[in-house]
């Protein structure tokens, strides 16, 4: 090794080896005899190699040589001084001080065995003894220490008379040399631990002694050997250091192991030695296995070569020993009992008969394996020979193309050989039969993809075979009962493996060809069968071999019906050929969906062949009878002649698009002229199709073999072409009356001039647009057209509102933007409901009336042509639009708010409220406009709160502050329009206004006296009336009373002072008036003085006195009634 020396020395019949690394460390073991294990290994630090191994039993000698030394002193003493010191007669001190020479002072001499003895001296005594005790225990020991029984061990404690806990400390000390004698060599040996048993009995030591004399000897160990050793050698399980350390273990897990002491005492001795060893308690067990299961199974091992004299008992007891379980041996045993069938099989040509049999359950036996798991092991190893048997067998078969007769035979002789059981026989069938069909199959493949079809054919052709063959097996040899139906059915379509489509695809075509055109005999049922079932364990898709079937057999079949066809109608009415023609189809087994594919492509080569003319008379009809010979003499089916219905479709659609249009006086001069410009009217023609003209439409449908609903749907197309044109015109009237003069010219680009259809002096729009007659008449053109070519129908069983009814056309789509027509619905409303309203005053009516008509009750005019009209325009025209009936609610109703609102708005602006009479006219509105009753009367309400509430806003906003005179208009429009100033306004009239409101109200009552101390409950009526809370209106009013009082006093106090009579008398008579409304604790008004008081009351009666003559007795009863009212208020 690099940067070492070694030196080996022969001394006697020991080896060492000494190693002296790069830093001239020097580390060594030694020992009688090399280790078979330790002679190859090398110490992983690099420092020593390890030639020789130690056994316990060498520290007897240690022990002797070194307690020899020790008890030297008591050995140079003469025999009986010895014998005497030994026994305790003389004492030690006493042989020291016999020791000093004659002439010395006894002083000194006692002073001299002091210094010599003293308290070191003592501690010095006691190993004597102790050396010379432990030198005798260990020559007892080392003869035969398992033979010394513990009574001879105690027979030296009772020679030296040594106390027990120093004896018990011999004992320890002897035990852990034991132990590190064991230790010099990492490797352990099974021998160790009955040595270490023999001789922890033989010295009587207890638990706590033993983990006292391991903890000692561990602790030795590891400063000796371990200590200075990296973290890196520590943690390679194949180092020297790392095997002592985990020795150290497994002999502590082992020796405490039966012990039979308390789990807490075992747990700590097992922690202080983890903890002197620098190792985890949690890693013990893994590293014990280290040791353990090695040992285990070199025992096992030896075991299996006596097992007669084996028992599980032994293998049980050995597996205890090395403190292992079943589970951590679980994997030995298994691979022990599969090496040993492995072997049997051997050494006895595949056989497994009584003698195997029952040398493999006592095998099992001893290794503890249950009966299952003995059988699956010996299964992995049997099986697979019998499997390959059968497949060998079943192999020939196929290749020789050879009997299955004698094959069950075979198969049952490997069995019995093999004692399998009649599943396996099963599976290795099944697993034989795929071997038989992946071989040629994968070499198709092979050959395919180096572009050898022939061979790739013959490879099919192989596995066609092997297939058929492994068919018959299973069918007669399975047991279903064993392997079960289902398993059998999905067997032969997972047997081979996937390969891709096109490669699959190929191959069945090159099967499916040699099968149909190879055989000279022609093809059986039996062979094409035979190819269909392999093409679908190749996952031939139905669509590839149908495919397959029309690339192979429809050139031939093509060839076969282009022969009759050429033959005209005498060959297709011969009923001989037909039938020749489905026996050359069955001769080649083509099945019906490719028969199909061919017969519909040779039917449409008829049809191609043969176009409609109308221009030669009758041809239709001849080409209508060779089609229909041509489809009995190919048998198309319901599938083949719907694809043939679409062809005619194809064939006949362009005439019959054009004879449709000519129905509808569509011709191309006509066409054209709808085409120019859209300035000037253009005339459409009808756009009807007459009786006449569907009559022969129909005829002609026949003829070109078209479906009724081919040719109504070629007729919807013809119709949708000619509706294009009239919903222009309809957008081009509408446009013309809502857009203005520039507007429309710069859209059309063209002048259109005074509209000469509209009233300037009409006013009956109802507060809704001007009427446009062009554009009813487009509307009523327009309703003709659906109606005429039936484009609308109901529900079947009703008559059906217009909501109920279906739409085969609609204008929808035909817009340049679908928001117009929205806006064309309403123009449509509004202006039905505007000529309606123009009748009815040109008839002297009023608008309800115009209303009432647009019901469709009772008058004779909607009895008219026009009324019929009119009525089916209100009940199609949103549909034929193409509007969707939650849509055309949604209008209604929008427009039903504008017209009923536009009324009931007139009502109240003229009269204020609405009588029974507006009512009735309303309900005529509500019917004509479809709106629901509650809707109108929500409605209706609604606006009759607004107006209220809009007399009220007005009232604050006119008047800076609120009068009786604007209480009383607030209070008239309310009861006109029946709204209820609190209920109905309760959040619309805030309380600070109601609160203004009240206050008006009650001022304006007192001041005119209409309000007095006789009836002041009207206040609290007025209070109600608003809704103040009573509360707040008594405090509003008490505090409005009392300030007016003193207004009106300071202001007659001024007119007196002014000698103004007017002004003081009618302050006087306010004040007279609020006075009867002060409370009980009001405290008058203040006028200054008595003198002043005075005044006041005598102009005021001077005043009055004057006009009592005039206003008789009434008058002078009221100033009397004042005159104690104002004494009564008016203080100093």
């Not at 008058?1115 to 004494?1127: I, N």
Request: aromatic share 6%; proline share 3%.
């Amino acid at each position: 090794m690099k940067g070492q020396v070694f030196i080996v020395a022969l001394l006697g019949n020991v080896v060492v080896a000494l190693a002296y690394g790069p830093a001239g460390h020097f580390r060594g073991w030694t020992a009688k005899q090399a280790s078979p294990r330790l002679t190859n290994r090398r110490a992983s630090s690099g420092e020593l190699t390890m030639l020789v191994e130690a056994s316990g039993s060498d520290c007897f000698s240690a022990i002797q040589k070194k307690a020899s030394k020790g008890s030297s002193f008591l050995r140079s003493l003469p025999a009986p001084l010895t014998s005497a010191v030994l026994t305790g007669l003389v004492p030690l001190s006493g042989v020291v001080g016999a020791l000093i020479p004659v002439p010395v002072p006894l002083k000194i001499a006692t002073l001299y065995g002091a210094s010599l003895l003293g308290a070191q001296g003592r501690r010095k005594i006691v190993p004597e003894l102790d050396s010379a005790a432990m030198l005798e225990l260990a020559q007892l020991l080392e003869t035969d220490y398992a033979k010394v029984t513990p009574a001879s061990v105690m027979e030296v404690q009772r020679k030296f008379k040594l106390p027990d806990d120093v004896f018990a400390d011999i004992r320890i000390d002897v035990f852990s040399q034991f132990v590190t004698a064991i230790l010099a060599s990492p490797e352990f040996k099974t021998s160790e631990l009955r040595e270490l048993s023999a001789l922890y009995s033989t010295l009587n030591l207890d638990p706590e002694q033993l983990g006292d004399a391991l903890f000692a000897s561990f602790e030795a160990c590891w400063a000796k050997n371990v200590q200075w050793t990296n973290t890196k050698i520590l943690e390679d399980p194949e180092s020297l250091e790392r095997m002592t350390l985990d020795k150290c273990l497994f002999l502590l897990t082992r020796s405490l192991s039966d012990l039979g002491d308390s789990s807490e005492g075992v747990a700590y001795v097992v922690a202080r030695c983890a903890q002197v060893l620098h190792c985890e308690t949690t890693e013990i067990t893994e590293r014990c296995l280290q040791i353990g299961l090695p040992l285990y199974e070199k025992a096992i091992k030896t075991a299996v070569t006596k097992l007669d004299k084996v028992t599980p008992q032994n293998v049980a007891k050995a597996r205890t020993s090395l403190g292992l379980t079943l589970e951590d041996v679980d994997e030995i045993n298994i691979k022990v009992y599969r090496s040993e069938v492995v072997g049997w099989f051997e050494a006895h040509q595949d056989s497994f008969k009584e003698d195997g049999v029952e040398r493999m359950a006592k095998l099992a036996s001893v290794l503890a394996l249950d009966e299952a798991t003995a059988k699956a092991l010996e299964l992995e190893e049997m099986y697979p020979v019998f499997e390959y048997e059968v497949s060998e067998m079943v192999r020939e078969v196929v290749s020789d193309h050879a009997s299955i007769t004698g094959l069950a035979g075979k198969i049952a002789t490997a069995q019995l050989k093999l004692t399998l059981s009649s599943v396996h026989v099963q599976m290795a069938l099944l697993q034989a039969a795929i071997n038989s069909l992946t071989t040629p199959y994968q070499e198709a493949v092979e050959y395919l993809g180096l572009g050898n079809p022939k061979a790739a054919l013959r490879s099919l052709v192989e596995l066609r075979f092997a297939k058929d063959v492994s068919k018959t097996i299973l069918e007669t040899m399975t047991d279903t009962r064993l392997v079960g139906e289902e398993v059998l059915a999905q067997f032969f379509e997972d047997a081979l493996p996937k390969e891709r489509s096109s490669v699959t695809d190929e191959l069945y075509q090159l099967l499916l060809q040699d099968t149909l055109t190879g055989n000279e005999k022609g093809v059986t049922e039996e062979l094409l069968d035979s190819t269909v079932e392999l093409g679908a364990m190749m996952a031939v898709g139905e669509q590839a071999s149908a495919q397959a079937m029309l690339k192979v057999a429809g050139p031939l079949l093509e060839a076969k019906i282009e022969g009759y066809l050429a033959g005209g109608m005498d060959s297709l009415m011969n009923p001989e050929l037909r039938v020749e023609l489905s026996e050359f189809a069955e001769g080649l087994a083509v099945p019906p969906e490719v028969y199909g594919r061919v017969a519909l492509a040779q039917y449409a080569k008829q049809l191609k062949a043969n176009p409609p003319n109308v221009k030669e008379q009758g041809s239709l009809g001849l080409r209508q009878e060779l089609l229909d010979a041509t489809r009995f003499f190919l048998q198309l089916g319901d599938n083949e002649w719907d694809k043939a219905v679409a062809m005619h479709l194809e064939s006949g659609a362009s005439l019959f698009e054009s004879s449709v249009k000519e129905a509808l006086g569509m011709s191309a001069a006509g066409a054209a002229a709808e085409a120019g410009g859209s300035g000037a009217k253009k005339e459409l023609g009808s756009g009807v199709i007459t009786e006449q003209f569907k009559e022969g439409l129909e005829k002609l449908g026949a003829l070109l073999m078209l479906t009724p609903e081919a040719q109504n749907d070629l007729i919807l197309v013809a119709l949708k072409g000619a509706l294009k044109p009239r919903v222009d015109r309809l957008v081009n009237s509408f446009e013309q009356k809502v857009l203005s003069k520039e507007e429309y010219a710069r859209r059309r680009g063209v002048d259109t001039g005074e509209d000469l259809n509209v009233d300037p002096g009409s006013n009956a729009n109802l507060g809704i647009e001007e009427n446009s007659l062009n554009f009813m008449d487009e509307v009523l053109n327009l309703v003709d057209f659906f109606e005429g070519n039936s484009l609308w129908a109901a529900p079947e069983g009703s008559e059906a509102a217009a909501d109920g009814f279906t739409y085969a056309l609609t204008a929808s789509g035909m817009f340049e933007n679908n928001l117009i027509i929205e806006d064309l619905y309403r123009q449509f409303s509004i202006s039905s409901l505007q000529e309606a309203a123009a009748k009815q005053q040109s008839a002297g009516g009023g608008a309800g009336a115009a209303m009432g008509m647009m019901g469709g009750g009772g008058d004779g005019a909607d009895d008219s042509k026009a009324g019929a009209r009119m009525a089916k325009a209100k009940s199609h025209f949103a549909g034929m639009l193409g509007m969707s009936n939650q849509k055309k609610k949604s209008v209604d109703k929008d427009m039903g708010k504008s017209v009923y609102g536009n009324y009931v708005n007139d009502l109240l602006k003229r009269k204020g409220g609405v009588d029974p009479q507006d009512l009735q006219q309303l309900a005529q509105i509500q019917n004509t406009m479809g709106m629901e009753d509650s809707y109108a009367l929500e409605l209706l309400s609604s606006m009759k709160k607004t107006h209220v509430f809009n007399v009220v806003e007005r009232a604050f906003i006119e008047n800076t502050e609120i009068d009786g005179e604007a209480v009383q208009q607030v209070k008239v429009a309310a009861d006109k329009a029946g709204v209820d100033l609190v209920d109905d306004l309760t959040t619309e009239i805030t309380a600070p206004r109601r609160m203004k409101l009240f206050m008006a109200e009650s001022v304006a009552a007192i001041a005119t006296g209409l309000c007095t101390d006789e009836n002041k409950e009207l206040i609290g009526e007025f209070q109600e009336g608003w809704g103040v809370p009573a509360d707040k209106a008594e405090e509003a009013f008490v505090k409005m009373v009392g300030s007016t009082c003193d207004e009106c006093g300071a202001e007659a106090t001024v007119g007196v002072q002014q000698g103004t009579v007017t002004r003081t008398v009618k302050a006087l008579d306010k004040l007279a008036a609020f006075s009867q409304f002060v409370p009980e604790e009001f405290e008058g008004v203040k006028v200054g003085s008595e003198g002043m008081k005075a005044k006041l009351l005598d102009m005021y009666s001077k005043a009055k006195d004057s006009g009592e003559a005039a206003g008789g007795e009434d008058q002078g009863a009221a100033l009397e009634k004042a005159m104690a009212a104002l004494d009564a208020v008016l203080t100093a």
